[in-house]
């Protein structure tokens, strides 16, 4: 019994020390989970990426740009932590984690101290807001100051005394986030440059303004060209460019050109050709966007100065390489352009959707290739298509192409916004291809005879020319170097209106033509350090299965709405005969009636008649209309419902799915410990 009695008492007392056991126990196990996950974040920096598009891994590009870096880059993010001056238009406050992120991921990818990031608050009249304007970010209206108290929110990258700025990083350009950042890390590192002549009848440079009468409007420049320019300028601090022009009618491409970028060259003579053919051979590398219909020529045609005046010639709105794409083992259709209903896009022009007018997306694009990795939305308009026949030791592959819903029609027919004939031949066409290996000349019998020559020059000196050409020791039959030619069927992708179309805010850019142009450039120059990352997914993922959902019930609408505006169609041209019936019986009654004094119009049983069909219509009419607002308003409440019951299938699936594992866990465990405690 007094055994019994001491238990009891000595319980409670036991039982206290179990409990302030068990709670240290917790505290020093949290201590030691958090020192844990301290050391091993520190000493093991690798995370697992689960994402589709690789977010938060960097690019095999980016990598080996930061492991050959041997002098100190400086990253200095200036963002602004005013949240009430900061328009939440912009998204900054939800798009500074990602760029937070992505640094981190910079300064522990590189070697030790290669790569310092700094970040800084610049407030009003602060020293960082000194250094922002002075390392050229852009200063943004507030919302609270406007432009008195603005914020900010760029980069600037630092090495040695070179600068380069990213004066905005916009939410909108978060695909092209590395490759911005790695940009500028090689801009301020490098000290050449890969060399890019460009050719084009277009003024892609811009033109001045002419103060004279009759001078032709001053010519913007075009976007590819400023940012070529950039791309390839191998001292940001200094005057000058490694993206230079080049003439159309050269007869030797200079030995210091890497690579060469036409762009709609209409009109090439064999001279120019025969050069870039040599080039070629030389193991230089060609970039040419070529065209069957070039909007752009057309739009700019010159128009005639005084009526009935003859206009001046014009650039050819199609252009070719006649001989040299044969060589290649290539054949381009210039004089019709692609129809493909799966790509139509809308004519910014007219506003109609136009089939010859295409948007290509990620099904039309292979992603495999460096040049078209992660490039999703290309706006083509007007385009040719190539037909392929390889070459011994010359390999194609594809880069884009239509769906094989596409068909060949005539640009005149394309342009007003026509469809091909129903039953034409459909198929899948190549709209921009690669070709690499050794090329062999298009020119085996050397150098042309130059351009424009008469039958009588021919005669005198043409035997002599020839001669001379056979024995020029300086000609090249073969290739003595691998080259990489990329052909695309299209110029006018890479004029303004179509490079980069924006939303109605902040220049947001929306589709791919630019960084796939930048792409092409910069693998033909051997550079394909920034090809590689140029883009990366979205943090922001869009919800696919909502548009699918979106598209259907859009789809009926149309359908419904296709019936109603049938209907109200057949009723109008009812109601306008109705009209035109009684515009024809007043008339007779007034010729009959010309004569009489006064002139009275009565309303014959037949006229009432036809008066009270035609009301009957409008009423029927009205009916109907009625009828579309109400399906369209039921379909609308489906989708929403739909949409709805989406969403609380996912929150329910994301609150019960970890806490069901959890429990299974649990419950496992517990089995596993009683069987355990059953066998002892």
Same mark, same amino acid.
């Given at each position: 019994?007094?055994?019994?009695?001491?238990?009891?008492?000595?319980?409670?007392?036991?039982?206290?020390?179990?409990?302030?056991?068990?709670?240290?126990?917790?505290?020093?196990?949290?201590?030691?989970?958090?020192?844990?996950?301290?050391?091993?974040?520190?000493?093991?920096?690798?995370?697992?990426?689960?994402?589709?598009?690789?977010?938060?891994?960097?690019?095999?590009?980016?990598?080996?740009?930061?492991?050959?870096?041997?002098?100190?880059?400086?990253?200095?993010?200036?963002?602004?932590?005013?949240?009430?001056?900061?328009?939440?238009?912009?998204?900054?406050?939800?798009?500074?984690?990602?760029?937070?992120?992505?640094?981190?991921?910079?300064?522990?990818?590189?070697?030790?101290?290669?790569?310092?990031?700094?970040?800084?608050?610049?407030?009003?009249?602060?020293?960082?807001?000194?250094?922002?304007?002075?390392?050229?970010?852009?200063?943004?209206?507030?919302?609270?100051?406007?432009?008195?108290?603005?914020?900010?929110?760029?980069?600037?990258?630092?090495?040695?005394?070179?600068?380069?700025?990213?004066?905005?990083?916009?939410?909108?350009?978060?695909?092209?986030?590395?490759?911005?950042?790695?940009?500028?890390?090689?801009?301020?590192?490098?000290?050449?440059?890969?060399?890019?002549?460009?050719?084009?009848?277009?003024?892609?440079?811009?033109?001045?303004?002419?103060?004279?009468?009759?001078?032709?409007?001053?010519?913007?420049?075009?976007?590819?060209?400023?940012?070529?320019?950039?791309?390839?300028?191998?001292?940001?601090?200094?005057?000058?460019?490694?993206?230079?022009?080049?003439?159309?009618?050269?007869?030797?491409?200079?030995?210091?050109?890497?690579?060469?970028?036409?762009?709609?060259?209409?009109?090439?003579?064999?001279?120019?050709?025969?050069?870039?053919?040599?080039?070629?051979?030389?193991?230089?590398?060609?970039?040419?966007?070529?065209?069957?219909?070039?909007?752009?020529?057309?739009?700019?045609?010159?128009?005639?100065?005084?009526?009935?005046?003859?206009?001046?010639?014009?650039?050819?709105?199609?252009?070719?390489?006649?001989?040299?794409?044969?060589?290649?083992?290539?054949?381009?259709?210039?004089?019709?352009?692609?129809?493909?209903?799966?790509?139509?896009?809308?004519?910014?022009?007219?506003?109609?959707?136009?089939?010859?007018?295409?948007?290509?997306?990620?099904?039309?694009?292979?992603?495999?290739?460096?040049?078209?990795?992660?490039?999703?939305?290309?706006?083509?308009?007007?385009?040719?298509?190539?037909?392929?026949?390889?070459?011994?030791?010359?390999?194609?592959?594809?880069?884009?192409?239509?769906?094989?819903?596409?068909?060949?029609?005539?640009?005149?027919?394309?342009?007003?916004?026509?469809?091909?004939?129903?039953?034409?031949?459909?198929?899948?066409?190549?709209? @921009?291809?690669? +070709?690499?290996?050794?090329?062999?000349? &298009? =020119?085996?019998?050397?150098?042309?005879? *130059?351009?424009?020559?008469? $039958?009588?020059?021919?005669?005198?000196?043409?035997?002599?020319?020839?001669?001379?050409?056979?024995?020029?020791?300086?000609?090249?039959?073969?290739?003595?170097?691998?080259?990489?030619?990329?052909?695309?069927?299209?110029?006018?992708?890479?004029?303004?209106?179509?490079?980069?179309?924006?939303?109605?805010?902040?220049?947001?850019?929306?589709?791919?033509?630019?960084?796939?142009?930048?792409?092409?450039?910069?693998?033909?120059?051997?550079?394909?350090?920034?090809?590689?990352?140029?883009?990366?997914?979205?943090?922001?993922?869009?919800?696919?299965?909502?548009?699918?959902?979106?598209?259907?019930?859009?789809?009926?609408?149309?359908?419904?709405?296709?019936?109603?505006?049938?209907?109200?169609?057949?009723?109008?041209?009812?109601?306008?005969?109705? @009209?035109?019936? +009684?515009?024809?019986?007043?008339?007779? &009654? =007034?010729?009959?009636?010309?004569?009489? *004094?006064?002139?009275?119009? $009565?309303?014959?049983?037949?006229?009432?008649?036809?008066?009270?069909?035609?009301?009957?219509?409008?009423?029927?009419?009205?009916?109907?209309?009625?009828?579309?607002?109400?399906?369209?308003?039921?379909?609308?409440?489906?989708?929403?419902?739909?949409?709805?019951?989406?969403?609380?299938?996912?929150?329910?699936?994301?609150?019960?799915?970890?806490?069901?594992?959890?429990?299974?866990?649990?419950?496992?465990?517990?089995?596993?410990?009683?069987?355990?405690?059953?066998?002892?």
């Amino acid at each position: 019994m007094s055994d019994t009695n001491n238990a009891n008492q000595t319980n409670p007392s036991a039982t206290s020390l179990a409990w302030l056991y068990s709670v240290l126990g917790v505290i020093v196990l949290f201590a030691l989970l958090v020192a844990v996950n301290f050391i091993v974040k520190r000493a093991l920096p690798a995370k697992i990426d689960l994402t589709e598009d690789k977010l938060y891994t960097l690019g095999d590009g980016t990598r080996e740009l930061l492991e050959g870096l041997d002098t100190k880059v400086k990253l200095t993010f200036f963002a602004s932590e005013d949240e009430d001056n900061i328009d939440p238009r912009y998204g900054f406050k939800e798009y500074k984690p990602t760029v937070n992120a992505l640094l981190d991921t910079y300064r522990r990818t590189a070697k030790p101290g290669m790569i310092e990031v700094v970040r800084l608050n610049p407030e009003p009249d602060s020293k960082a807001a000194e250094q922002a304007i002075d390392s050229k970010i852009e200063p943004i209206p507030g919302r609270m100051g406007g432009e008195e108290d603005p914020v900010y929110f760029g980069l600037s990258v630092n090495c040695l005394d070179r600068t380069s700025a990213i004066p905005v990083l916009l939410p909108a350009r978060e695909r092209l986030l590395e490759y911005e950042i790695s940009r500028a890390i090689l801009e301020v590192t490098r000290s050449t440059a890969p060399k890019v002549g460009y050719m084009s009848p277009f003024e892609i440079a811009g033109t001045p303004p002419m103060r004279f009468p009759g001078a032709p409007p001053a010519m913007p420049q075009w976007n590819l060209h400023r940012t070529l320019e950039r791309d390839f300028d191998p001292d940001p601090s200094e005057e000058g460019s490694n993206f230079v022009r080049l003439e159309m009618d050269l007869e030797k491409v200079p030995d210091d050109i890497d690579t060469l970028l036409l762009i709609h060259p209409a009109g090439i003579s064999a001279k120019t050709e025969y050069a870039i053919d040599q080039f070629v051979m030389r193991g230089g590398n060609v970039v040419a966007f070529l065209d069957a219909f070039s909007v752009w020529a057309h739009e700019t045609r010159p128009q005639p100065q005084q009526p009935g005046m003859p206009a001046a010639p014009g650039t050819p709105v199609s252009s070719d390489l006649p001989t040299l794409l044969p060589a290649w083992g290539v054949d381009f259709e210039d004089s019709l352009v692609v129809s493909d209903t799966s790509h139509r896009w809308l004519d910014i022009r007219t506003f109609r959707e136009n089939t010859s007018f295409l948007r290509l997306t990620s099904e039309a694009i292979d992603d495999s290739d460096a040049a078209t990795n992660g490039i999703r939305d290309v706006l083509v308009p007007m385009a040719g298509a190539f037909y392929l026949d390889e070459e011994q030791g010359v390999e194609s592959k594809v880069l884009m192409h239509t769906s094989s819903e596409a068909e060949l029609v005539e640009p005149m027919l394309a342009n007003a916004g026509g469809r091909g004939s129903d039953g034409g031949e459909t198929k899948e066409y190549p709209l @921009a291809v690669r +070709l690499t290996g050794k090329f062999s000349s &298009a =020119f085996p019998d050397g150098k042309p005879a *130059a351009d424009g020559g008469d $039958e009588g020059d021919a005669a005198d000196g043409g035997d002599d020319d020839e001669g001379e050409t056979a024995g020029d020791p300086a000609h090249l039959a073969a290739a003595n170097a691998e080259s990489s030619i990329v052909l695309v069927a299209d110029s006018d992708c890479l004029f303004n209106a179509f490079l980069q179309t924006v939303d109605s805010y902040r220049r947001a850019f929306t589709n791919h033509n630019l960084p796939f142009a930048q792409n092409v450039v910069e693998l033909a120059s051997g550079g394909a350090t920034l090809a590689k990352i140029r883009s990366r997914g979205s943090v922001n993922r869009p919800f696919t299965k909502f548009k699918e959902m979106e598209k259907e019930a859009g789809e009926e609408i149309e359908k419904e709405m296709a019936k109603v505006d049938e209907e109200i169609e057949n009723l109008r041209e009812e109601q306008q005969g109705y @009209a035109q019936e +009684l515009s024809e019986i007043l008339t007779k &009654a =007034f010729s009959e009636q010309r004569g009489s *004094a006064e002139i009275v119009v $009565e309303m014959s049983p037949e006229l009432q008649a036809k008066q009270k069909a035609a009301e009957a219509a409008e009423e029927r009419l009205e009916a109907q209309i009625d009828e579309s607002r109400k399906k369209r308003a039921k379909l609308g409440r489906e989708l929403r419902q739909k949409i709805r019951g989406i969403e609380n299938g996912i929150k329910l699936k994301n609150m019960l799915i970890v806490p069901l594992i959890v429990i299974l866990i649990g419950i496992a465990h517990l089995v596993i410990r009683k069987r355990s405690l059953s066998a002892h």
